[in-house]
């Protein structure tokens, strides 16, 4: 898999490294002609009460990407399945986006859907990509200004082409394999309490509990307020879980948004080797083939 680490070329206010930036760097480079500004909020929230806004409030300058439809492939049968590269390549020059752009995704959450975006474009090869560390509920509680709309200037149509590489995402048949040989680590980002398969699975259809050997880590535990721990607290949260830093991890959840959380929280304290299991439990736990743990 392609090293992931970058930084954000320096502009007026803070150097951030990769993947985060905070919202001060935000707002020195919201007039940043290379900056594209993305709101990938969703509209059902899992996992956590979400934040409920009396009217729609955004980042100046931000445009919108739906996650569940111009960046799910819809005729899949799977919930909420990657792109493929000529949709996404779509979405992408539709927003504007060439190879010199700043791409930063943000959402009503502070961190939740972000994330999902953000590995969306790295698998894709959109590398100069990153996430606003706190989201929205960060910005407004720093009081710094916001718009009712998104932004109406059509933007000139970009030239970024995406191309899915190898090494990001994985399916059922890949976990099975790695698993049964001790190849890799599966942390499961749901709560404790679907892990352990106490309470039902919101989809009709799909079982209760875990994947064998998996290890649970709900992605709220990753997170202090709306913004990530720091790095020292990730760190020890991974080498607690995990014993390695080492260790191949793969990523899972319900349906592929909230594992992508989970694995950006990996990547802030230097891990790599990161995949997601797009399909997650959605597609195990329906699967009656495949082994459950509970």
Not at 53 to 66: K, M, T, V
Not at 220 to 231: A, D, I, Q, R, T
Not at 232 to 244: A, R, V
Request: net charge negative; charged share 15%.
């Amino acid at each position: 898999m392609p090293h992931l680490l970058r930084c954000v070329p320096f502009y007026p206010g803070e150097k951030m490294e990769f993947p985060l930036v905070t919202t001060s760097w935000l707002e020195a480079n919201l007039n940043n002609p290379q900056l594209v500004l993305i709101d990938v909020s969703m509209s059902k929230v899992v996992g956590k009460k979400a934040i409920e806004y009396g009217r729609p409030l955004f980042i100046p300058n931000s445009q919108h990407l739906d996650l569940e439809t111009s960046l799910c492939d819809l005729t899949s049968t799977q919930v909420h399945a990657f792109p493929v590269e000529e949709q996404f390549t779509r979405e992408v020059q539709r927003l504007g986006i060439n190879a010199e752009s700043i791409v930063v995704f943000y959402d009503n959450q502070g961190i939740y859907s972000a994330p999902r975006a953000w590995w969306i474009f790295q698998a894709m090869g959109c590398k100069n990509s990153f996430v606003l560390d706190g989201g929205l509920p960060q910005w407004l509680s720093e009081k710094r200004s916001v718009v009712s709309g998104l932004s109406v200037d059509e933007a000139v149509p970009g030239h970024m082409n995406g191309k899915l590489q190898s090494g990001f995402v994985c399916d059922s048949n890949y976990i099975m394999d790695k698993i049964v040989n001790g190849q890799l680590t599966l942390i499961d980002a749901r709560s404790k309490e679907r892990f352990q398969g106490l309470v039902p699975e919101p989809r009709a259809g799909v079982r209760s509990g875990h994947i064998p050997g998996a290890l649970n880590l709900p992605f709220p535990e990753v997170l202090n307020g709306h913004c990530f721990k720091s790095p020292e607290q990730l760190s020890e949260i991974f080498l607690n879980l995990t014993g390695s830093n080492n260790t191949r991890l793969v990523f899972s959840c319900g349906s592929g948004i909230t594992a992508c959380i989970t694995l950006l929280a990996a990547v802030v304290v230097g891990y790599s080797h990161l995949i997601l299991y797009d399909g997650s439990w959605s597609d195990w736990g329906s699967n009656s083939a495949l082994p459950v743990e509970c």
